[in-house]
């Protein structure tokens, strides 16, 4: 079986796993889930990115869907991952597909599942789908119902939900200059749709299924000549999108990369103390502890999670969450959606720059002023899956005493 679902749905190397039989496999599966549905009725929507192939493997996705007499709302034209969660809850749909890689290497695509509250499908959802994989057959045919399948302007709605839920007013009366940095993906049109044109400097903001031979995630070693670009147009501040905008960075008037543990940090300040907002708070394990004292200070109860965003969703479903967040630049605030949003992220730190009338650098001293220095580092290492396997079994069973 070639298909499996991970931390955020499949992703495989185009050509290679990721083949037409194998999406195939994916969609037939996520279908047979998708017709169990209550919301069945109302169809499913399919999404995709700006990756090589991802309008027709859309397209081939939409066609088997119809075929099990589901209807389909397929995307017009290149979406962020955002705009298809949040399209699948505002009309109860029974689910929805994003075909992307997110920020995965150029020859990577991927089938990202998303639930009908808006999020990415739960654990047990996506155990359900791979549980049908064995027993989905290869040789099933696919006779695509056409008057299923409706072509659906979801950008459009998303930069509307948008609109309504920031103060772009008082962004554009800010003053602020904004570089924004799309890496070839999804979110490339969509802050210069916000904001005055005037304001905004645009990066890659245009289609390169190639993403020009880097890996279109948002950290420091896949951005050193935005920050040359970013230094010579004399902006104040800089946001970062990934493959399919659903992750962010962000840079400070001085060039330097701010991260998501401190953007995270500020965003919460900014809910409780500014806005008078109250809740719990969702992290994965690897962000910052500084979460963990702005909860204690602030009196608000603190969930610690596994790795990948689908753990936060599901708790933003069932508890009453203000913001959850992982370590690789996802952050959600369940009253937007219970989604990851790198867009409606770095709009709202524009945001709370301009309430606050201060620099992204003079946010980030205050975190340290108040809760002292801290910092972050990522260091990515291949390895066999026996031995990623081997050290998983050793540090859950206690048998690792430290690491180098």
Known sequence: MQVKFGTDGWRAIIAKEYTYDNLKLAA?????????????????????????MSKEFARYTAEVLS???????????????????????????????????????????????????????????????????????????????????????????????????????????????????AMYGAGQDIVTRMLDESMVNCYHCSVNPGFDGINPEPIPQYIGDFVEFFKEVETDVAIINDGDADRI??????????????????????????????????????????????CQK???????????????????????????GEE?????????????????????????MARRQKTLTGLVEELYDEYGFFSYNRLDMRVAESKKQAIIAAAAGGALKSVA
């Open 28 to 52: 037939l599966a996520s279908g047979k889930y998708f017709l169990s549905h209550p919301d069945k009725s109302n169809g499913v929507c399919v999404g995709y990115d700006t990756r090589f």
């Open 67 to 181: 075929s099990m007499g589901l209807k389909v709302f397929l995307a017009d034209s290149f979406v962020s991952t955002p705009a298809v969660s949040l399209f699948t809850r505002e009309h109860k749909l029974a689910g929805g597909v994003m075909i992307t890689a997110s920020h995965n290497p150029p020859n990577y695509n991927g089938f990202k599942i998303k639930g009908s509250f808006g999020g990415p499908a739960n654990p047990e959802v996506i155990d359900e789908i791979e549980s049908y994989l064995p027993g989905v057959d290869p040789a099933t045919p696919v006779e695509p119902a056409e008057n299923l399948i409706t072509m659906t302007d979801i950008k459009s709605e998303y930069v509307a939900y948008l609109v309504s839920k920031l103060d772009l007013k008082l962004i554009r009366e800010s003053g602020l200059k904004i570089a924004h940095n």
């Open 249 to 294: 960075g962000m840079l400070d008037e001085k060039g330097e990369f701010v991260d998501s543990h401190k953007m995270f940090a500020i965003i919460l300040k900014y809910l409780v103390e500014e806005k008078g907002l109250r809740g719990e708070v969702a992290k994965t394990f690897a962000l910052t502890d500084v979460i963990d004292r702005i």
């Open 298 to 324: 602030h009196d608000l109860k603190m969930h610690l999670l596994p790795v990948g965003f689908k753990y936060v969703s599901r708790l933003m479903t069932t508890n009453d969450i203000l913001i959850g």
């Open 328 to 352: 690789s630049g996802g952050i959600g605030i369940t009253s937007f959606l219970p989604e990851r949003d790198g867009v409606f992220t770095g709009l709202l730190m524009l945001e709370i």
